[in-house]
């Protein structure tokens, strides 16, 4: 460990838990009038709510769907140090990358590790290993504070070249003509981004934000605030999405972290009346990322995909494609298209997942890489760089045109709106879109200042880039080693399960541990064709992190499925489970079943 980092705790026993759990009580969300009451529990909203709570705020937090499940869920699962930036000549973006990623290595040190990269490089020039080398010290020199006060496990190792045979040896399936080597450079990358989500969700709840899944906003009723011109939002009208009972819930400043919902809660303003064109959407990209079984075993790989990033100042080819391992898996990603649909219509159709691994293998010879290898197929909507969206540039020589994603996060206040939706100005109306997973803590921190502003409030600093996340107090490299003598402590898991744990909890899987511990039938291991999981996971994820649906276990709380669909038997035994805890009938339990298997079929 490098020097002494300043580092706060969430407030509980050593583990950040304690007897703390998430409970889903919607009559807390009536009870009073809030604060701050943010609109989207995804990666923002989490982050958001957490800094709020933390800088004394009193916060709710609501979201339609469940905890992480829409764009959050649909990420490449990288955490970026913003190398790409340097290309484009933002430095400022490529400082606050570095900051960020340290900052997660930092606050989850269970759920962000060290990543190598490998570029292949061909021929001389701009592709050459020279210019990317280059190119890489230079940012190393602007990143140079990247291993700054964190520990020797997550540190960054300098960047390496590799001659043309040490790079085949490792990624044989190149093409090797004209190849002359490659660079590798170090990234970080989520063992579970879905938990990461979860873990900021629990950091604000376990600080005392009232936090709720399955409640979906429908209405802000507003009022005039002084003149018609001026108006506040009085009370927001929610729908509980699981017994269909409407709430009203009551804030000084509403916070719209919907993500690709966010131009759809703008109109919910007055019943839809007034529409911003702040919060109008142009469209979207559609990233859509591929899990296949393991190509390379201990690097990401960047292919050269033949499509160009037109925003890159300087230019060295195509935008990449990534092959990385992930859970004994692969993970390709990411492939994007042009999304005007609405983004409950969301879907992955097959012929998308076809013209992609065509694409993939086209770069890349390996039996893994196939349709029908494909265990499992997900992502997300991204939002447009609106300024190129008419003069778009991305195009293949088949004249096949790709979207320019917005590199720079968006955040309104609807209250200085100027120009044709003066008329709608809202006061207590923040509207936030980021960009990228890496970066929700700075962006909430952002976000947070602007609601203090306009709430007039001698509010606390912002803390959370020095406090420490539920699970990661504790965990250090000896945590995901295979420590027989841990789990022979139990008495209960294999090493290679406690490893599983380790990475998904942290210190909070002495929590699922204890349990399997106290009833021994809850240490029986589901073994599914791409993944497992102990039966206590699901008992823990239904008492204590408010999963609600068949689908959050398998999904979100566990990663019993995001390999690939589970065995019948494996669902089925989940939902007999959840079924006595949430006291399900028959129906409900072959609606759950049906529901999430929906989730693995493509059209």
């Not at 936030?432 to 200042?449: L, P």
């Not at 965990?475 to 290679?496: H, L, M, N, Q």
């Amino acid at each position: 460990m490098q020097g002494k980092r300043k580092t706060a705790f969430i407030s509980g026993t050593s583990s950040g838990l304690g007897e703390r759990t998430l409970s889903r009580d919607t009559s807390s969300l009536t009870s009073r009038e809030f604060d701050v009451l943010v609109i989207g529990g995804g990666i923002n909203g989490a982050c958001i709510a957490w800094d709020a709570r933390q800088r004394g705020f009193d916060v709710a937090l609501i979201e339609k769907g469940d905890f992480g499940q829409g764009a959050s869920q649909g990420c490449f699962k990288i955490v970026h140090g913003g190398l790409r930036y340097l290309q484009h000549g933002d430095i400022g973006r490529l400082r606050e990358s570095v900051r960020e990623q340290r900052t997660l290595r930092h606050i989850a040190p269970h759920l962000v590790h060290p990543m190598p990269f490998l570029v292949p490089c061909y021929g001389y020039g701009m592709r050459g290993k020279e210019v990317l080398s280059l190119g890489v010290m230079l940012y190393e020199l602007l990143a140079s504070n990247r291993n700054e006060l964190v520990s020797d496990y997550h540190r960054l190792p300098s960047f390496k070249i590799l001659n043309k045979e040490q790079c085949l040896s490792l990624a044989p399936g190149l093409n090797a003509a004209g190849l002359r080597g490659a660079v590798i450079y170090y990234d970080c990358q989520m063992s579970n981004c879905e938990r990461l989500t979860l873990s900021f969700v629990k950091a604000a709840a376990f600080s005392g934000a009232v936090v709720c899944n399955y409640v979906a906003a429908t209405e802000l009723e507003t009022e005039a605030s002084g003149n018609v011109v001026k108006r506040e939002i009085k009370r927001v009208v929610c729908r509980d999405m699981l017994n269909g009972r409407t709430l009203d819930i009551r804030a000084k400043c509403i916070v719209n972290a919907a993500g690709p919902w966010s131009h759809v809660v703008c109109d919910f303003v007055s019943g839809g009346r007034a529409k911003s064109d702040s919060c109008r959407s142009v469209g979207f990209s559609k990233g859509v990322q591929v899990v296949v079984p393991q190509v390379i075993a201990q690097y990401s790989l960047a292919l050269e995909s033949m499509y160009r990033d037109t925003a890159a100042l300087i230019a060295r080819g195509g935008r990449s494609y990534f092959i990385a391992p992930w859970r004994g898996h692969s993970l390709i990603g990411t492939y994007d298209e042009f999304y005007t649909k609405h983004p409950d219509e969301f879907r992955i159709e097959a012929n998308e997942l076809s013209e992609f691994i065509s694409d993939v293998k086209s770069m890349y010879s390996s039996r893994a890489i196939s349709e029908r290898n494909i265990s499992f197929a997900f992502g997300g909507l991204r939002p447009l760089d609106e300024s190129r969206v008419n003069t778009e540039q991305f195009e293949t020589p088949g004249q096949v045109k790709s979207p320019a994603v917005a590199r720079k996060d968006s955040i309104v206040d609807h209250s200085a709106i100027v120009g044709d939706g003066a008329a709608n100005n809202v006061n207590n109306l923040v509207s936030v879109i980021g960009v990228k997973y890496t970066t929700a803590r700075a962006v909430a921190e952002k976000v947070v200042d602007l609601v203090a502003k306009k709430l007039n409030a001698n509010c606390a600093p912002c803390r959370t880039s020095e406090t420490v996340l539920p699970g990661g107090v504790g965990f250090g490299p000896s945590a995901i080693g295979d420590d027989e003598s841990e789990a022979r402590e139990f008495g209960v898991i294999a090493p290679k399960m406690y490893r599983q744990l380790a990475l998904d909890y942290g210190a909070e899987m002495k929590n699922i541990l204890e349990l399997a511990a106290s009833d021994k039938s809850l240490a029986e291991e589901m073994v599914t064709p791409y993944s497992s999981a102990i039966l206590a996971e699901v008992i823990h994820a239904v008492r204590n992190e408010m999963a609600c649906r068949l689908s959050d276990v398998v999904l979100r709380r566990t990663g019993l499925g995001t390999l690939g669909k589970p065995d019948d038997s494996s669902l089925s035994r989940i939902v007999q489970i959840m079924a006595a805890e949430l006291g399900w009938d028959r129906l409900r339990c072959e609606e759950e079943l049906a529901a999430t298997k929906a989730a693995y079929q493509f059209n």
